[in-house]
């Protein structure tokens, strides 16, 4: 190794040496300046001190608390609204509102119901979320910026909970006529400047509404704070002079044609605005989002549900049957031929005789008449449950099986499905399940088989 190298290498040791010593000196420099500008600690107020007890703790955050933010958690609970759930089943579609209560588990007993790994993909399954009823809130200690907040909130009753699906007593909730459902129909509510008589508004109105292709309904609210429906109540010549102080304009989302369009919409919306001119109220949209958007998501569920349960009877060995022995079984079972030439089961409950539970036509395009059956023969007969419209749809779609089962004995028939094959009790319990499960998507999203609602929505 030559001097040359040696010396570079004595002098890089040096260099690393005097780095070395430079840093210790900044860092001792450093601690010295740190235990120079902190004073000895004489005093720990965590350990010294006893901690205040809870009334001081609570007097400290606001001294008058008590004055001003309570809470009763017996109203509270008792403030939460149960759900609002509806359900129907249809031969071609339809839908309404439906409470939670004893009429309900008398359509789905226990062992009808669904089964529990049935699931509902979005937007059908219910967006409410759970509440826990057994937190307990009367040992919890609110800061002061929120008890303030809340205190404000409940003086002035505008507290609010989510209003999809579930409200609660703190929203001050606006009075709508009860046949009229957020998630079906776009509403504006006209408040009057002055109250005026029912027969003025009725002439403001006009034609204004004529030419939509989705179902319009106007309401009034009189003195009694009663909805009616204008052409009703205009259609009695001694309620013309009875003073109205609100109006609610409705278009319905969306029935059996499909969604509404957006044209429609705008076209409504500035009808109702221009009528709300002429009658010199203030107006105020109801409900949320985009309400042709909420159509589209109806009209998509609409398809979903909007089924027809049914199979036929086919004549056996001995060929078709004759009219006269049809219609006699036919009526020994309840049927009712109807002027439409089906004959109907129709529920003792439906005093107007509209809405059957189930009907049954002849297969072929022959409708059934009196003077038809009493010179023909009949090759097969079809039996039909229209889902959305039938109330109590599991008990309807039992009976209807019963009758078809008396009349395939009677007729010597073989019950059969659209493909002529023929139906078992296997089959007939999967028919069964499917309903289960429409009826359930359908009370899932509110909408109860058989009601107005219902049917009007699969109309």
């Given at each position: 190794m030559s001097e040359l190298q040696i010396?570079?290498?004595?002098?890089?040791?040096?260099?690393?040496?005097?780095?070395?010593?430079?840093?210790?000196?900044?860092e001792r420099r450093f601690h010295r300046q740190l235990e120079s500008n902190f004073s000895p600690l004489n005093k720990d107020a965590l350990l010294d001190e006893s901690p205040l007890e809870s009334a001081d703790f609570q007097a400290?955050?606001?001294?008058h608390a008590t004055d001003h933010f309570s809470i009763n958690s017996e109203v509270?609970?008792?403030?939460?609204?149960?759900?609002?759930?509806?359900?129907?089943?249809?031969?071609?579609?339809?839908?309404?509102?439906?409470?939670?209560?004893?009429?309900?588990?008398?359509?789905?007993?226990?062992e009808d119901a669904p089964e529990a790994s049935i699931e509902l993909s979005p937007p059908y399954a219910s967006e409410s979320a759970d509440i826990d009823t057994d937190v307990e809130i009367s040992n919890v200690v609110p800061p002061n910026d929120f008890k303030e907040t809340l205190a404000e909130?409940?003086?002035?009753n505008t507290l609010k909970a989510s209003q999809d699906p579930i409200e609660t007593a703190f929203e001050t909730a606006v009075s709508l006529p009860l046949m009229l459902q957020g998630q079906m129909d776009l509403t504006a509510l006209l408040y009057l400047a002055t109250a005026t008589p029912a027969g003025t508004i009725n002439n403001a109105l006009?034609?204004?509404?004529?030419?939509?292709?989705k179902p319009i309904f106007v309401h009034v609210q009189d003195a009694n704070k009663q909805w009616h429906l204008l052409d009703e109540l205009t259609s009695n010549p001694e309620a013309l002079n009875r003073q109205i102080a609100r109006v609610a304009c409705s278009i319905q989302l969306a029935d059996r044609g499909g969604a509404i369009s957006r044209g429609t919409l705008n076209r409504f919306q500035l009808t109702v605005e221009n009528f709300n001119l002429a009658i010199?109220?203030?107006?105020?949209w109801q409900g949320?989002?985009?309400?042709?958007?909420?159509?589209n998501t109806l009209d998509e569920f609409c398809i979903e549900v909007d089924k027809t349960i049914g199979f036929h009877l086919a004549h056996g060995e001995n060929g078709p049957f004759t009219g006269t022995k049809l219609r006699g079984l036919a009526e020994a079972q309840g049927l009712v031929l109807g002027a439409e030439g089906h004959f109907k089961?129709?529920?003792d409950a439906d005093t107007l005789q509209t809405n059957p539970s189930f009907v049954m036509f002849n297969r072929d395009d022959y409708s059934f008449s009196p003077d038809m059956l009493r010179n023909s023969v009949v090759k097969g007969i079809t039996f039909q449950l229209d889902i959305p419209h039938v109330k109590k749809c599991a008990e309807a779609f039992n009976h209807m099986v019963q009758v078809a089962r008396q009349m395939e004995t009677g007729l010597n028939a073989v019950l059969v499905d659209d493909n002529n094959k023929v139906l078992g009790d296997m089959q007939i319990e999967k028919i069964r399940q499917q309903l289960k499960v429409i009826q359930a998507t359908m009370l899932m999203r509110g909408i109860v088989p058989g009601s107005d609602s219902a049917r009007r929505l699969f109309s």
């Open positions: 010396a570079l290498i004595a002098i890089g040791a040096l260099i690393i040496v005097a780095v070395l010593i430079i840093n210790w000196w900044q400290a955050i606001d001294p509270l609970g008792d403030s939460i609204a149960e759900p609002s759930i509806q359900t129907t089943i249809n031969a071609q579609g339809a839908a309404e509102d439906y409470s939670h209560d004893e009429a309900f588990q008398e359509e789905m007993p226990i909130a409940i003086n002035a006009g034609t204004l509404f004529n030419g939509f292709d010199n109220g203030n107006i105020e949320k989002g985009d309400a042709f958007a909420n159509a089961c129709i529920d």
